[in-house]
Structure formats: C-alpha cells, structure tokens
C-alpha cells in the first residue's frame, strides 16, 4: 500500500510556472505508476500525465509542451512542472498511483491550483 501527499499548489497569474510535487510513502515506489489528474468545479476529473515504472510519459492534449511529469524514485517522488498556465488550468491536482498492471487506487488529498488571468 502507499500513501501520497501533494504539495506545491496555489495562485498564480496566467503565463506562470508551478512545479507540483508528490510525495509517496510505503515501500516499492519504483513499480508503481503514477499519474496527475485534475478536477475543475462542475467538470469530470481528467487524466493530465502518466508516468510508467519503466519511465514512458504521456499528456493530455491539453498540457502537451507546457507541462512535464518526472519521478524520482529515490526520494519516492513524482513531479509535475507546469509551464505557461492559464486559467483554464484551474483546478485540484491529485496525484495517483497504481501497482503493476492495476488501476489508480490510491489517492492524495489532492492542492488547488488556481490561475488568474
């Protein structure tokens, strides 16, 4: 099992960078996979970028060349760098992850991002 806490979350005006950060606990953070999702009010939440154990990435149309996920297994951490934001971007960021072959199970708590133009 693995907990997940994210940080890095807050306001920014339009054009701005934030870098999200998701920190995992329990044992084995290398196999798992991870991902960001996000959730606007009154909308669905949406996959943002995935990163596999073995490294792949992919994005959302929507974030594709402004955002970038990374993870550093050794400090059991996944990042999300998130370039050129605009207010559309606004939303709660959860970070998940899921063991080989399984779906996302675990959650964070999820830290609001919010973009102001």
């Known amino acids: 099992q693995v907990q997940l806490v994210e940080s890095g979350g807050g306001l920014v005006q339009a054009g701005g960078s934030l870098r999200l950060s998701c920190a995992a606990s329990g044992s084995r953070f290398s196999i798992y996979d991870m991902a960001w999702y996000r959730q606007a009010p009154g909308n669905q939440r949406e996959l943002v970028a995935f990163?596999?154990?073995?490294?792949?990435?992919g994005y959302a149309d929507s974030v594709k060349g402004r955002f970038t996920i990374s993870r550093d297994n050794a400090k059991n951490t996944v990042y999300l760098q998130m370039n050129s934001l605009r207010p559309e971007d606004t939303a709660v960021y959860y970070c998940?992850?899921?063991?080989?072959?399984?779906?996302?199970?675990?959650w964070g708590q999820g830290t609001q991002v919010t973009v102001s133009s």
């Open positions: 990163i596999f154990s073995g490294g792949n990435t």
């Open positions: 998940a992850a899921a063991p080989p072959g399984k779906r996302y199970d675990y």
